[in-house]
């Protein structure tokens, strides 16, 4: 369980969140900032029309953005949304496209993301969803988690922030392993990111 002291202090950041599927994740953020003075879930991007992160965001009434392809890589869009409103930190949370290089830039230590395993173990292109839990079935691991990094230009490259291990059951089948992972994501993740925007006074 990580510590929150009494003296942690979290200067004003307001949050935009990017979510290509499901958003469970994105939720997670949702409940754990709800009335909070300093952090505020200021948006929902996505790539896909389709997500349900973006009905989630509704039900939470977080204004959502959808883009496309041409917008994300050939017009400065989304960077203006995201200046237009103002904000200071962004969380990747199941987010399947490469962030371009300007996005990158501008928000150089101020955007992570969350992998659902043991990087820099099971990382890289195509090493999302079931994907990556069915390579650390295959190759017999005995333990697994999730690794909370900065983004670089690399996929699942950037510098480690946290990490929280589980077990690997010999029983487990992608989806089992997917399961107890994504409890640490949804317990972890907002909390990691809270500490991560905290100074001490
Ligand atoms: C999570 O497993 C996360 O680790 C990965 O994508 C998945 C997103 O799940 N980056 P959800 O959309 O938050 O439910």
New binding site residues.
Partial sequence: MLQKPDNLKVTNQNLAIF??????????FFKYFRGNKNINICLLLSNNKKA??LRRAEKYGVPTVTFDRHEFYETDRVLSTLKEHHISFIV????LWKIPIELIENYQGKMV????ALLPKFGGKGM??MHVHKAVIEADEKESG?TIHYVTENYDEGEIIFQEKCEVKPADLPETL?ER??KL?HKFYPQVVEKTLSVFQ
Avoid: T, V
């Fill in positions: 979510a290509s599927g499901s958003g469970s994740n994105a939720e997670a349900f992160a990747l949370a199941g987010f993301n969350i992998h659902p999302y969803g999730i997917a992972i994504q994501e």
